[in-house]
């Protein structure tokens, strides 16, 4: 088994639904990691034992990979249907059934990971507030704020 993904998802050109992304690429430079490319849809070792994952939602096929890990984080954004500016919370398979591909949750990654492979990562959820959504690659002062504190979640529990 390897140790941690790091698995960040969202559209970094709609403004604060990018957090993942933000955050991913503050690992890559914690790491010394100048060369990973976010954009290559492919895991990414960033340091030993610590792998991440850029996507811009989370797919039913990513599952199999992410079972081999012992560890996973999640990373994305959210609006105001969860109520803290930053959310992180441990992570149990339960499979959400939806019309749409692009509301395949955390949840129900980690349940095609357990029927595939019978077992899965002892995972968790960090999701940071959004609060504007337009066409750009910057985020909002609010959630930019909230990204840095979110990176020092992550610097704890990850990179140290």
């Known amino acids: 088994m390897k140790s941690t993904i790091i698995i960040g998802y969202g559209n970094p050109d709609r403004e604060d639904d990018g957090v993942a992304w933000h955050l991913l690429n503050k690992i890559v430079a914690a790491c010394d990691?100048?060369?990973?490319?976010?954009?290559?849809?492919?895991?990414?070792?960033?340091?030993?034992?610590?792998?991440?994952?850029?996507?811009?939602?989370?797919?039913?096929?990513?599952?199999?990979?992410?079972a081999d890990y012992d560890r996973a984080l999640f990373i994305d954004a959210h609006t105001g249907n969860i109520e803290e500016d930053i959310s992180y919370h441990a992570l149990e398979p339960e499979f959400q059934n939806s019309p749409f591909t692009h509301h395949f949750t955390a949840s129900s990654c980690l349940a095609v990971a357990q029927s595939l492979k019978g077992h899965y990562p002892k995972s968790k959820m960090l999701s940071v507030r959004g609060f504007q959504f337009a066409f750009s690659r910057e985020l909002s002062d609010q959630t930019a704020e909230l990204v840095n504190q979110a990176f020092a979640l992550l610097k704890h529990d990850f990179l140290e």
């Open 33 to 66: 990691c100048p060369e990973a490319d976010l954009f290559s849809s492919d895991v990414i070792p960033v340091k030993p034992g610590l792998d991440i994952w850029f996507n811009f939602q989370l797919l039913p096929e990513m599952a199999d990979t992410i």
